[in-house]
């Protein structure tokens, strides 16, 4: 996930460059003279996947006590991962606030980190997203319209076995509740 402060703003969207090792990548900068490029490295849907399971294992364990919950939930990553896009959204936020440019941000799909950070940032930003209309059209207008795949990531409909697609499964949509 990058974020690019803009100093101009461009209508043009090119397709991003290619990673060799994903087949995604990051937009040129040479498509935006005046961006500067910046790298946030939010974890990607194995990370957010594995802290949300070792998390919910933690919490239901008949074996947890009170005095390693703290050590043991902050074990998880979850916190961490969750921690990182608040910060992500925060900085995002930040910049738009006391810059007053615009800013893109992107992540390989443009449907999970991104999502989450513009939403946060949006609701940092605008007390109209903390009302619970506002909320409403936020989370419709961030996550639904752009295209989050909420029944791939919660895995509705699917068997919990091997069904090919578990490893889309991860509770972005979760973590970004988790954030608010």
Not at 11 to 19: F, Q
Not at 22 to 27: F, S
Not at 53 to 65: A, E, M, R
Not at 103 to 132: E, K, N
Request: with cysteine.
């Amino acid at each position: 996930m990058y974020k690019s402060p803009c100093s101009k703003s461009s209508t043009a969207v090119p397709k991003p460059l290619r990673s060799p090792t994903a087949g995604y990548g990051y937009e040129s900068t040479s498509n935006y003279p005046h961006c500067k490029l910046a790298f946030y490295n939010i974890q990607n849907i194995p990370a957010v996947r594995d802290g949300a399971l070792q998390l919910t294992n933690h919490v239901q364990s008949p074996n947890s006590n009170d005095l390693e919950f703290t050590s043991k939930t902050e074990d998880t990553k979850w916190l961490g991962i969750t921690r990182n896009v608040l910060n992500n959204a925060w900085h995002t936020a930040a910049y738009v606030h006391f810059h007053r440019l615009p800013v893109m941000v992107h992540c390989s799909h443009g449907w999970d980190r991104t999502s989450q950070v513009c939403a946060l940032a949006q609701i940092f930003l605008d007390p109209y997203f903390r009302t619970q209309r506002g909320f409403a059209t936020l989370v419709e207008k961030d996550f639904m319209s752009f295209g989050h795949p909420f029944h791939t990531r919660c895995g509705h409909g699917e068997s919990r076995g091997g069904d090919g697609n578990g490893s889309q499964r991860c509770p972005i949509f979760l973590q970004f509740l988790d954030a608010v």
